[in-house]
């Protein structure tokens, strides 16, 4: 008979942003130690809140499952003698396995030692298999506390476990284990009794304990959503904020306040930033868009006093916004312009000059890539304005207290300056994406500026030999690099990553050429690695991958072709296309040089496939010009058959030296041809 299992880990609250990889990683360490002590259940679940991390397993069995083992021993040539009898070699072999010789196996000419084990009883392994699992949690940080050796990411206060209604004791950092679990600080009577694992949850909403994080988020939407409609708004829930609030209640009671219309003068975000990144409140916008003088919070407890809450939540509010208002007054006092002479005081990196250096790079840099990508005058004199402009927030006095808002502001103090919209979008713009799944620049101008901050962090940080190794990345390069894929994807740029990294390393005045051409490899390789990531992400086949992406020079076109390339072969039609082109690819390898001699020529087959390359080569590379990648590999196809022909009729390693090398010659051409598209060869059929 199975039954249901709790373990419940007891904590001072823990760090809202840790909880999720808390609860995955107990999940996942939990369902791979019972696979692997032969224990069958039918669902894994865990519950978390600040103050505990809950572990629920339903209909674990009673009994381990049995197992038998079989190794494989000497021949029976040599573990018998001639009369049968077994030699030493079997009663090693059997000592060794600790059976019986006589009761050792024959099968296949060889001996076989089988065992077997009974299962044991589930109660007698959960205790050391729950210690373990408490011990073996990893966190971003851990903690020790008093005299103990034992690290946690918080204090261990008290620890259940129970198998149905029996108790399994083991112990942790000075902390037994029993059926004694805690209620709501301020709520509950305090401690209570879980009488069983599947009363767990229950017993927990009877000590106003809201265990199911997915209970929790629903309650906490519901509640912010019915508030926001109560006063003619609907309210702003972004889910990393959600998730953040999720973890933070065990018994949420969501409340509005208030702040004075005075405030809503300020930008948006200036409002918006210390009211959500600071305080964790919910802003309420109206049917526009609009900020509404309201904000909804959530508190940890019931609805008793709430007008008390309101009023706490509402002077800190104020308080914050009054500064963000004293910044917004003090800067402007001057132009966003003005603040571009300050950036002299900022340095950018050891060695590599101020950030006022690098906005004068990031205006040639970004208007060296307008011109490569064919962008306007008008737009590269909107880019290198903006490209000026763009980091004159940072010694602003606003951002300097919300950092938060970098772009934002420059964005706003741009407009209120008169500098146009598309400066001030490209301002803005920049950033873009800040992080995985934020969208790209959608302006000419913030593409171009966006492209090349980063390309100047990626390079300048390279040229002081911290290339990202391992985990470590301090500077958030790999993330600044797949913002550069996604952006000249995302715009179809035909444009080379080494072309930008060498204009932006002549900008940082590095001059060695050794140390050039190790950074240009670094760059390279460091994009190639992204441009696999973004193709593996999008599904494309990791051979597919390998077959088109010999670096990612030019990134839109490569991602492209991978793209077109995946879906013929997923539809089949390129199969017997890439068993001909496999074959021209290993032959040509002989090739000494790709030198035709059409007067050579003297078999029908081999004046077939000639022509048809002529003819092909032509079309393929109106096709790669076009960006016509579907077109290109069709064209191509018409090589299979004139390829089967030359192999099934035509000698290729013909006696005559002068014969030989011109038909290698043409097969090399043809395989050129063939990889200008991908190495076939690398297809895995």
């Known amino acids: 008979m199975a039954k249901d299992l709790l373990l419940e ?32 259940f039918d669902e894994v679940t865990t519950l978390g809140t600040p103050r505990r991390t809950a572990l629920l397993v339903k209909n674990l069995a009673e009994t381990q499952q049995g197992a038998s083992s079989e190794y494989k021993g000497p021949s029976t040539a040599i573990a018998f003698d001639k009369d049968g009898n077994p030699t030493k070699a079997a009663i090693g072999f059997a000592r060794g396995k600790k059976v019986d010789v006589a009761d050792l196996v024959v099968k296949d000419g060889y001996v076989y030692a089988v065992s077997s084990e009974e299962g044991k009883q589930t109660v007698e392994l959960l205790p050391t298999l729950l ?27 008290w ?153 706490g939540n509402e002077r800190v509010l104020r308080a914050r916004l009054a500064d963000a208002q004293f910044f917004f007054d003090e800067d402007r006092k001057h132009s966003l312009y003005d603040y571009v002479e300050k950036l002299k005081t900022v340095v950018f990196q050891e060695g590599l000059g101020t950030i006022y250096d690098k906005a004068n790079r990031l205006a040639e840099l970004s208007a060296f890539i307008g011109e490569k990508v064919n962008a306007t005058e008008a737009e590269i004199k909107t880019t290198k304005r903006a490209a000026i402009l763009a980091k004159a927030d940072l010694v602003s006095a606003m951002v300097c207290e919300f950092t938060e808002l970098q772009g934002i502001m420059g964005r706003e103090y741009a407009l209120l300056d008169g500098e146009g919209q598309e400066v001030a979008t490209a301002i803005y713009e920049h950033y873009m994406p800040r992080f995985a799944g934020d969208a790209e620049p959608a302006s000419v101008a ?13 390079v300048a940080t390279f040229s002081r030999g911290l290339v990202p190794t391992g985990s470590q990345d301090p500077f958030a390069l790999r993330r600044q690099a797949l913002g550069i894929v996604h952006t000249i994807i995302e715009a179809n740029y035909t444009i080379s990553i080494s072309e930008i ?53 030019e990134v839109a076109g490569t991602y492209a072709k991978a793209c077109v390339t995946a879906q013929e072969i997923a539809s089949g ?57 579907k077109t290109a590999i069709d064209k191509m196809q018409e090589l299979t058959a004139p390829i089967n022909n030359f192999f099934d009729n035509v000698m290729v390693m013909d006696k005559d030296e002068q014969i030989k090398n011109n038909r290698l010659a043409l097969l090399k051409n043809i395989d050129t041809l063939i990889k200008s598209i991908a190495d076939f060869g690398k297809i895995v059929l």
């Not at 913030?446 to 990626?458: E, F, H, P, Q, T």
């Not at 021209?584 to 390898?589: A, T, Y």
């Open 573 to 629: 039609v390129l199969n017997d296309a890439i068993q001909a082109f496999v074959r021209v690819g290993n032959i040509s390898k002989k090739a000494e040089n790709n030198v035709i001699n059409e007067a050579l020529f003297t078999l029908d087959e081999e004046k077939a496939l000639y022509n048809t390359y002529v003819a092909v080569a032509k079309d393929v590379e109106t096709a790669l010009n076009n960006k016509d990648y």
């Open 446 to 458: 913030g593409r171009l500026v966006s492209l090349a901050d980063k390309m100047d962090n990626i």
């Open 501 to 553: 990294a060498d204009k932006a390393m002549d900008l940082l005045n590095i001059t060695d050429s050794e140390k050039r051409a190790e950074i240009q490899k670094n760059v390279a390789e460091f994009f190639t690695l992204r441009l696999k990531n973004v193709l593996s992400d999008n599904d494309v086949r990791y051979d597919i991958i390998d077959a088109v992406l010999e670096n990612a020079d």
């Open 159 to 311: 620890l259940v476990a129970l198998y149905d209604e029996e108790v399994i004791d083991f112990t942790v950092a000075n902390v037994t284990s029993g059926r004694v679990s805690r209620g709501h600080r301020f709520l509950s009577e305090g401690d209570f009794t879980i009488n069983k694992a599947s009363d767990y949850e229950q017993a927990c909403k009877d000590a106003f304990i809201i265990v199911d994080q997915e209970k929790r988020r629903d309650i906490i939407k519901a509640q912010i959503e019915e508030i926001a409609k109560a006063h003619n708004g609907h309210a702003e829930i972004t889910e990393d904020l959600l998730e953040e609030v999720i973890y933070l209640v065990e018994y949420p009671t969501a409340l509005c306040g208030t702040f004075e219309d005075k405030y809503l003068k300020l930008p948006k975000e200036a409002v918006m930033t210390p009211m959500r990144d600071h305080q964790r409140y919910f802003p309420v916008l109206d049917d526009n868009n609009n900020l509404l003088p309201l904000f909804i919070t959530v508190r940890n407890g019931g609805d008793y006093c709430l007008d008390k809450v309101q009023h």
């Open 9 to 40: 880990i007891g904590t001072e609250e823990v760090p809202a942003h840790f909880m999720p990889g808390i609860l995955a990683q107990l999940k996942e360490k939990a369902t791979a130690k019972f696979q692997e002590m032969r224990l069958d």
């Open 131 to 157: 210690k373990e699992l408490v011990e073996g949690l990893n966190f971003p940080k851990n903690m020790r506390w008093g005299d103990l050796d034992f690290r946690f990411v918080r204090p261990l206060r």
